[in-house]
């Protein structure tokens, strides 16, 4: 635990994942209680972890009134039920990533099958789809749903003590993704909007809508005009700089647009081809896509998927269908182009 700025501590949660060692949850300290942005998985281990840190504060978790959170990822979300169980704080949450949280976390069916068939129709091989079907599966457990008590629609400005924070919707990781923004203060909650050293997740998925990438891109330049001096995100270390980290983002997605047009020539492939011949991991070591975990393996399809449909709406590639399937190639002016 850090008071990274006063009044604000930093309260890292350990996450069971082997490249991503903890999610950042911020307590912003309150009049009449503290207000939590984001709250880590429901295990065991990150709850006596938040307990601790709290005690360290010197505060106890009924002083908790409210809980923000940036998105419903089960590392910012999962433990949001077990904590309004317990201290009864209210829970704010985007409404995009409220009418998500029923076939995400509670009736799945339809969202694996959804999956399945896009991956499918992506080129992945059928002897690959359960696996790539089922790999989000083991992360249920990890997540008690809850619906909010406050829908939040961006705009909006949450208070808590000196601290007045505009909501800001910023779509891409997650359709409904909201960061905080404090004004007076140069203060900018990221989330998983923008981290210091690894690229968030941006992937093409049955609730993303149909140019998430576009989207996440838009959101980054509408944020380079404002004052930023401290940036608080999801995971990592809090950290200055933030227009350059932007246009760091920028970049990286500039170079993967390349490795991807590099990778398909003047050739037509799948999304899954193109996935199979790029590297992944990039930020951390760089391997094939063979070598990834089930749950790897399929945010990679979906990103390269993000990267296609992206450079589709700009014009720089065309796709067809041939046999149910989805085929990309450089555009030109052919009949059967979508
Ligand atoms: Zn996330
Ligand atoms: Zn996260």
């Known amino acids: 635990m850090i008071e990274v700025t006063p009044g604000i501590y930093c309260l890292p949660l ?16 309150g009049d009449n209680g503290y207000l939590l942005v984001d709250t880590g998985w429901n295990t065991e281990k990150a709850f006596n972890s938040l307990k601790k840190q709290l005690a360290e504060i010197g505060i106890s978790g009924q002083e908790i009134s409210q809980i923000v959170l940036t998105h419903a990822h089960p590392d910012h979300y999962g433990l949001a039920g077990e904590l309004k169980r317990l201290y009864g704080a209210s829970l704010a949450l ?3 990533e409220k009418d998500f949280i029923e076939s995400r976390y509670i009736s799945m069916d339809g969202l694996i099958q959804d999956i399945g068939q896009l991956l499918h ?13 089922k790999a989000s599966l083991p992360m249920l457990k990890f997540v008690t749903p809850i619906l909010p008590d406050v829908t939040l629609y961006g705009g909006e400005t949450i208070t808590c003590g000196d601290f007045s924070f505009e909501v800001m919707p910023t779509p891409g990781h997650a359709p409904g993704h909201i960061c ?19 690229t968030p997740h941006v992937g093409l998925h049955p609730q993303s ?36 980290r932007i246009e760091g983002i920028i970049l990286h997605h500039r170079l993967r647009n390349a490795e991807i047009m590099g990778a ?25 896509w063979y070598k990834l975990d089930s749950w790897d393996k399929r945010i990679a399809i979906l990103e390269t998927m993000a990267h296609l449909e ?29």
């Open 264 to 288: 398909l020539g003047y050739d037509s492939k799948t999304a899954f081809q193109l996935t199979t011949e790029i590297t992944w991991l990039h930020d951390v070591k760089g391997v094939g």
């Open 209 to 244: 809508g149909s140019n998430p990438l576009g989207d996440y891109l838009d959101s980054l330049e509408q944020l380079k005009k404002l004052e930023v001096e401290l940036v608080l995100p999801g995971h990592e270390q809090p950290f200055t700089g933030f227009r350059e």
């Open 121 to 133: 129709r992506n080129g992945a091989p059928p002897d690959r789809l359960p696996e790539l079907q």
């Open 310 to 338: 992206a450079m589709r709406a700009r014009g720089e590639l065309a796709r067809f269908n041939r046999d149910d399937i989805i085929y990309y190639r450089l555009p030109r002016k052919a009949k059967n182009d979508e």
């Open 94 to 96: 985007h409404h995009l």
């Open 180 to 198: 905080l923004y404090e004004p007076a203060k140069k203060i900018f909650i990221s989330g998983d909007h923008i981290l210091p050293n690894i």
């Open 14 to 29: 350990p996450l069971p994942i082997p490249h991503l060692s903890n999610i950042n949850t911020y307590l912003v300290r």
